[in-house]
């Protein structure tokens, strides 16, 4: 599976955006999958997981709320809608793939990942 992921940008607090990442290959569609962010100097952390079927899904704390996954199985595309930004979501994000997994379950940990996007920059200025 290739991973392509998009939609980053420069924005201001409290502004909005919408993350997308493109797959390339009909495993996706029984592919649990996640975004995964990662801000200078710290470590890659989880963002957002839905199950292959689309529900259920899974939050960070610090974006419960505010941001939502979601996927479409017809264009083979997942998406990070991002509200109310802070600069503390200043990050690089990832989309990742679980591939052909299937069942219910979503996944929080990087390592129970197996395809990653290249990573689209978010930036949030106060």
């Known amino acids: 599976v290739q991973l392509q992921a998009s939609g980053g940008g420069m924005v201001q607090t409290g502004a909005s955006l919408r993350l997308s990442c493109a797959t390339s290959?009909?495993?996706?569609?029984?592919?649990?999958m996640g975004w995964f962010r990662q801000a200078p100097g710290k470590e890659r952390e989880f963002v957002a997981a839905?199950?292959?079927?689309?529900?259920?899904?899974s939050y960070a704390n610090s974006v419960r709320g505010r941001f939502t996954i979601s996927r479409d199985h017809a264009k083979n595309m997942i998406y990070l809608r991002m509200n109310n930004l802070k600069p503390e979501d200043t990050a690089v994000y990832y989309c990742?793939?679980?591939?052909?997994?299937?069942?219910?379950?979503?996944?929080?940990?990087?390592?129970?990942?197996?395809?990653w996007g290249q990573g689209t920059q978010v930036t949030v200025s106060s």
């Open positions: 290959d009909g495993t996706f569609s029984r592919s649990p």
């Open positions: 839905v199950a292959w079927r689309g529900s259920p899904t």
């Open positions: 990742a793939a679980k591939l052909g997994a299937g069942g219910s379950a979503y996944y929080t940990e990087a390592i129970q990942y197996d395809d």
